[in-house]
């Protein structure tokens, strides 16, 4: 078991390890002497506290140590109003510098003090029981701590790891977008090649084509199946009408293809900014949630773009329709 002298020469060595690697740094090393001063505090305030709790109250009990232990809780107090003003201290300063090193001198004479002063009374004052008790309530304490340290660093390493592989995932998933968005664009161009040359080639490839294309476009996006079939033949019967008439087409075609190249851009920008929100996750519910909602997205603008594509076709065929009664008249 650790002896209450063991205990007085062991407690400082991590603050001073701390202290060493702090004074080592420069202005330049802001994250660095950060960091390091956030552990000096924690530490040197955790240290305090130790004594605070569970060896000054037993000194407070016996006259000969109660002067001593109220000189070494002045020295926590000290210690406590030299690390504010360090935290204050812009960390890029020579100031700062300055100002840890009179924080280290102070807490080392601190030790020094205790060592040859309070312990000696210590160990005259106290009874090996009561010596005991103390170090065994500071060494349970110090365990619980290290052990809730332990506890907290395994659990920022898992949290680091589930960063990175929503990272990696969303890395990954954006290389896919990134080819689902050109194969939107090239599948959008090429139906509009597919469509020029299905209007000049009578109805039948036409409405082929509309049906193949559409079908294409959705499957693109995640539909598949029956879902797929019943979706595209909600916007492909109304492409026959404007295969029907050699006139309407030209101009019914000039209208889709614009609508075609429009649904591409649509697709684009929905994509690009999907892919923005992906790398903006930061865990794996998150990315779910955004990976979810950019495929709904683009089966939407699909559908949509579909039916205004059905509109047009539409209005083609009306068109047709007044065109053949004008003819019919003028024929008569």
């Known amino acids: 078991m650790t002896t209450i002298r063991q205990l007085f020469q062991t407690s400082p060595v991590k603050a001073n390890e701390i202290f060493a690697k702090l004074v080592d740094t420069s202005a330049t090393a802001v994250k660095t002497r950060e960091r390091l001063f956030a552990e000096l505090k924690t530490e040197l305030e955790f240290l305090a506290k130790l004594e605070e709790q569970h060896l000054f109250p037993v000194l407070e009990k016996h006259r000969e140590t109660r002067k001593l232990a109220a000189e070494a809780l ?15 201290t812009p960390k890029d300063s020579d100031e700062f510098a300055t100002k840890v090193a009179d924080l280290r001198k102070a807490f080392q004479q ?21 010596a005991e008790a103390v170090v065994e309530k500071i060494e349970d304490r110090k365990a619980e701590v290290q052990a809730a340290r332990r ?63 559409m079908g294409q476009l959705m499957e693109m996006f995640g539909l598949a199946g029956q879902q797929t079939r019943q979706r595209a033949g909600q916007v492909t019967p109304s492409f026959a009408a404007m295969t029907e008439s050699t006139t309407v087409v030209v101009r019914g075609f000039q209208e889709a293809s614009r609508e075609w190249l429009e649904m591409s851009r649509n697709l684009f920008q929905t994509n690009f900014e999907g892919l923005n929100a992906m790398a903006r996750c930061r865990s794996v519910q998150d990315f779910v949630a955004v990976q979810s909602s950019l495929i709904r997205d683009n089966i939407e603008l699909t559908i949509d773009s579909g039916r205004r594509f059905a509109e047009l076709a539409a209005r083609a065929n009306e068109s047709r329709s007044e065109n053949g009664v004008e003819r019919r008249a003028r024929a008569a």
């Open 151 to 213: 506890t907290e660093t395994e659990e920022r390493r898992a949290e680091t790891r589930r960063e990175r592989e929503v990272v990696e995932a969303a890395g990954q998933a954006a290389q896919n977008a990134a080819k689902v968005v050109r194969a939107g664009a090239n599948g959008a161009q090429e139906m509009v090649r597919t469509t020029q040359d299905a209007f000049h080639n009578g109805v039948g490839t036409a409405v082929d084509v509309a049906q193949r294309s």
């Open 110 to 130: 601190h030790v020094r003090d205790e060592k040859s002063g309070l312990l000696p009374a210590i160990l005259k004052a106290l009874s090996d029981e009561e």
């Open 74 to 88: 002045g020295n926590n107090r000290q210690t406590r109003k030299l690390l504010a003003d360090l935290e204050r």
